[in-house]
């Protein structure tokens, strides 16, 4: 076993409230900058819809992520023989509008602009050209316009779903949608780094967190196409590739990350992950359903004699085992198997995982057809015509997860490669909590139910109870266990890489010297 550690993510759905507070304060560190205008390191989508930059998720238009051939696993749209022959001209790359064009106002005509008949205005500009444009788009266009035609009928996401159930999901009654944060998922197996043709990207061996050189950056822009999830950007300004450093000079001195400190609706936890490397190669070529199931093997049990051992004999310091030890990405992903990848068929092994929405309750809905059913709705007993009646009973609230506002399918295109039975049994233990909570505070829901759906689901009434803790009570240092930093190690790797030619020191074995942190 080649046991590593890796920084890794929690996003819980359930309690984003799409407040773009995270996007702000990243980009107020960052990208706020000449040539990082468009760029957003953290956004907000809203779900369904197309995302940033525009249906990101399809890779028939950018060719990103990893493939399975004859020849084994190999980059979609990258890779030196794709490389040589799209070095001047790349199909596949986002450009600008798909983005959006950067723009600001010109605030100085209100109140420079002379005295006339007419109230001045402050005209749009571009941040790129200076020039006055129309806007026509932007990071969050499609924000909570879940049932547009525009955005939301075309979210790649929809295709595998049956008429009927596209339909329902955009009935105004039913009309639903959720928030999804995205930040990069600094991947076990990055597409970025492998399609680099100057050896820029990296990812760093003590903490799994992949960056970009900017010495050694030449602006190949491959590294664009190859992530799945479009979160690398190029600087048009420096000529140079950026990306999400998940903050670690702040994860270095045991702070959180930017956009998990300011998180209004505290979706957000971090820890340290063991896993296995060798897996790796295997694991991202397992069939589509499978790879999902393979991952989570590759994270292993903290508190096992036997990864300890290993783990402390490839350099894992003792810190970082402590912390995985206390690592709420652990709980949530392999002990109560609560939270799963975002879209896992793309091959990079993601290590962002979510916990998907089981979205508010919601009564359901039925036409009124008669003047008896209407008299239930409306106790003067006037009949309205094309009205509905509610059912707000306890019983119906908490129904079956299969009669959810979002379809199973379309959380599984999401999480799990289209396999609907990985969602649905994370569905099921969010609602087991819910029941179990419901039965202790309100105490309408009945013992036996209770007891059937915490059974089924594998779960007891202390593991309910842990879950609802982490999920709505814990405090800073529950949610963020941030190992000890040990630069003095760093810097002792980077001397060593100077000194050992091919040697690239953070866990590589061969690359650029001095390539560092």
Known sequence: MDIRSQISMVFHLDKCIGCH????ACKNIWTDRKGAEYMWWNNVETKPGTGYPGKWENQDIYKGGWEVTDDGIQLKGAGKPKSLTNIFHNPHM????????PFTYKYLDLIESP?????????????????????KMGPNWDDDLSGSPDYARNDP?????????????????????????????????????????SGAIYKRGEDGIVLINQEVCR?????????????????????????????YPRLEAGEAPACMHSCVGRIRYLGVLLYDADQIESVASAPETDVVNRQLDMILDPFDPDVIASAKSNGVADSTIDAAQKSPAYKFVKEWNLALPLHPEFRTLPMLFYVPPLLPVMASVTKVDNKEQSEKMHPV???????????????ELFGTIDEARFPLQYMANLFSAGDTAQVGDRLKKLMAVRLHRRQVTVGDVSEKMVKSALDDTGLTPQSADDIYYLTSLAHFNDRFVIPAAHREQAIEMMEFAGDVKGSTGFGFKTGTAKRGA
């Not at 507070?21 to 702000?24: K, Q």
């Not at 602006?219 to 048009?236: D, E, F, L």
């Not at 007993?381 to 019983?395: A, F, H, N």
């Open 94 to 101: 986002p450009v600008i509008d798909d983005y959006y064009e």
């Open 381 to 395: 007993g006037k009949y309205w015509p094309d009205s509905w009646l509610y059912d707000t009973s306890t019983e």
């Open 21 to 24: 507070t995270c996007s702000i």
């Open 157 to 197: 996401n929809l295709e595998k779903l049956s008429p009927a159930e596209k339909e329902a999901m955009f009935q105004l009654e039913r009309m639903a949608f959720f928030y999804l944060p995205r930040i990069c998922n600094h991947c076990l197996n990055p597409a970025c780094v492998a399609s680099c043709p």
């Open 115 to 135: 005295a006339g008949d007419d109230q001045p205005t402050a005209r749009p500009i571009s941040m790129i050209t200076g020039e006055p444009m129309d806007i």
């Open 219 to 247: 602006g190949w822009r491959m590294c664009v196409t190859a992530c799945p999830y479009k979160k690398t950007y190029y600087n048009w300004s420096t000529g140079k590739s950026e990306k999400c450093i998940l903050c």
